[in-house]
């Protein structure tokens, strides 16, 4: 069975997310549109290196494909956002951030689903969003403006998302206040500043450990110990 060329496609993914080529995973893409729906599970993959490296070429793979086939990424955006619903039957964790990243690359054509991603907030189930409320928090982060202008709704459930008991949740709200230039809401919060809650981060292609308090700082642009 591994010799079929359905896994050895999975197994080439794979080996180029380890590697760190996700432009030659977008490449893939093109010639072989499945690469797109390939992706998705590896977005929770138990290395925590492949699975964000695969979210991030979800993005690079659908600009690419979309532009000559923007419904193929439509319903790749579909099925991500059915992913995330209790009916589905198949939690994917990640779905909120994969959507971002499709949506960041081509807003002209993806860009209804930027509030769709941010309601998420509002909408799911508290039993839900406490899993999944992290996520949506680092992808309206990742939408940045875009998602600036729509934030009206949405930017109370991220300001009290920075007393949530989850040190990753209040690390992502952070992150998605800077992000969308209001970290101004962050000033006169002196316990943040001293939060030493972890938050694990993906920048520059590799995880890496943060926590709340650096994150804060960062945003407020106060140096470490000032």
């Known amino acids: 069975m591994e010799s079929h060329p359905l896994f050895k496609t999975k197994r080439e993914i794979r080996a180029l997310l380890r590697e760190g080529d996700l432009d030659a995973v977008a490449r893939l893409a093109e010639r072989r549109r499945r690469v797109l729906g390939d992706l998705v599970p590896l977005t929770y993959h138990p290395d925590a290196c492949i699975a ?66 941010m309601h998420l907030l509002l909408e799911m189930a508290e039993e839900d969003l406490a899993h999944f409320r992290p996520g949506v928090l680092w992808a309206i982060g990742s939408l940045g403006t875009l998602a600036a202008a729509h934030l009206d709704e949405v930017l109370p459930a991220i300001v009290a998302a920075l007393d949530d ?62």
Not at 70 to 94: H, K, M, N, Y
């Open 165 to 226: 008991s989850d040190a990753q949740a209040r690390g992502m709200a952070i992150l998605a206040l800077e992000r969308v230039g209001r970290g101004d809401l962050l000033a006169g919060r002196e316990a943040l500043l001293d939060d030493d809650g972890a938050v694990e981060l993906y920048e520059g292609g590799t995880p890496r450990r943060s926590s709340v308090g650096e994150l804060t700082r960062r945003a407020l642009g106060v140096a470490a110990g000032g």
């Open 52 to 117: 964000w490296r695969a979210v991030e070429a979800m993005g690079l793979a659908a600009a690419r494909i979309s532009d000559d086939d923007p419904d193929a990424v439509r319903e790749q955006l579909r099925r991500l956002f059915w992913l995330i619903t209790e009916e589905s039957g198949a939690i994917c964790w990640r779905a909120p951030e994969a959507m971002a990243e499709i949506v960041r690359h081509r807003p002209g054509l993806f860009g209804e689903y930027v509030p769709i991603v």
